[in-house]
């Protein structure tokens, strides 16, 4: 039989139930803006009132009040395994596409200011002097317009370089972002199993170290394996980045290239590696991390566009030269490629401006090239060994007619353009795509494990309910034992 004051302590046990109630429901009301929090709930057990009941004993007690078995985080870990590996996509998508976008802001195509509207008015300078070869005006004109095109390529190369730069630099700092995450990650592992172990909540901590994996995941890839224990394990590719308390660190490898210059074909140590410290194997990096090494990489992509960009450079050199060189100029001086009939070497249009191979870095116009010494002729200026003079602007129109090639430097620049579009579109479509489902997948797990205030404000009530009448119990008990302590007894006085 359940004793008098039984009733006392069922009643307190709910008062202490519903108060922790409350407490939880405060706590998510509390960090309904908190990025990464997961929403908590507590989870009550009623309390038997014979803990250890005989084969043949019976008892009229109903029980002995409620107890707060555990607060729960109500998290998905389908979901959240599904939201690393969305996030990691996106978050390579994302910086591809970023990459694309800037690439093409090099280019600025469509523009008239842009290198197709300048190639065009070089040949438009062209078929000018074609039209006059006789005048130095189309002449000065024309090798302005040329001047424009060698320093329009010149940016363009530089631009490319200033961006792989700067994602190098950006690389640093993504590889030490890693190896701080995966220390936390470690540290946290720790304190969760040690409050585990000892009865104690842990949610706080559990989101703390989601917080940290969510930005391993979108920075290199990483997927998550949860031990018993209450750690976890982390895994670049398919090697281990955190092991329970453990950690490896990656790096980048000393001699790494840092700027496109550095990427020699035949120095393949100059390469961008990224690698774990201990053992020095490659890093299989995906996210944001995986699309910068594909940026960065020999043959990658800024390296590809600028060696495109120079076939475009030396393919223009190379064909403006071999017929300016061929030709003659006002002076009658032949400007044969080797050397003409008067021992004057030819003079190239355009050369190298730093010694080195020629390239959209180094293009420029030939500093001896003018209106006198510019040959746009292939007859005899002066009538030396013609009866009459021939000015006839054969070489200029015939370079003129270079805007129309199929293998000249702006069917090459222009296919160049033509495959930008198609790669920055695909990467960007593949971007919208993928932050789509990344949003889906989020809001999926949100749905579980965000806070919804109306709920809250609900359970706030309840609990609120809860505790009044458990105080409304306790009130009645002790007016029922009042009754029968102070005034049983008292008949006939």
Known sequence: MGSTFGGLNTALTSLYAQRRGLDVTGQNIANASTEGYTRQRVVMQSQNANLVPGIYSTTSAVGSGVTVSSVERLRNTALDQRSFTEHAN?????????????????????????????????????????????????????????????ATLNDASASLNNQYQSTRLGLDTYVKDVNKAADAIAKLNKEIVVATAAGLQANELQDQRGMQMLKLAELTGATATELPNGAISVYVGSAPLVSEFNTRQIEIAPGSALRLEDLDPDGADLDVNLRWTDTEAPVAAGGTIGANMELLAADGTLDAMVKRLNTVATKLATDINARTQGGTDVNGDVHDPAYGADGTPGVAFFVSGNGLPLS??????????????????????????????????????????????????????????????????????????????????????????????DEEMTNLLTYQRGYEAASRVLTTIDSMLDQLINRTGLVGR
């Open 90 to 150: 996106s978050a390579y998508h994302n910086e591809r596409a970023a990459a694309y976008n800037l690439i093409e802001d090099v280019f600025g195509e469509p523009s008239d200011t842009a290198l197709q509207g300048r190639l065009q008015d070089m040949w438009d300078g062209w078929n000018s002097v074609a039209a006059n070869p006789d005048k130095a005006a189309p002449k000065a004109a024309l090798l302005e317009q040329a001047t424009t095109v060698a």
């Open 360 to 453: 959209a870095a180094n293009i420029t116009v030939n500093s001896a090239v003018n209106a006198t010494t510019l040959a746009v002729s292939s007859g005899d200026p002066l009538g030396v060994n013609t009866p009459t003079k021939i000015l006839d602007g054969t070489v200029a129109d015939s370079i003129s007619d270079l805007s129309t090639s199929r293998t000249g430097a702006d069917a090459e620049y222009q296919q160049l353009i033509g495959d930008l579009g198609v790669s920055a579109q695909s990467s960007m479509r593949r971007r919208d795509i993928q932050n789509a489902v990344t949003d889906q997948v989020d809001a999926a797990r949100d749905s579980e494990s965000g806070v919804n205030l």
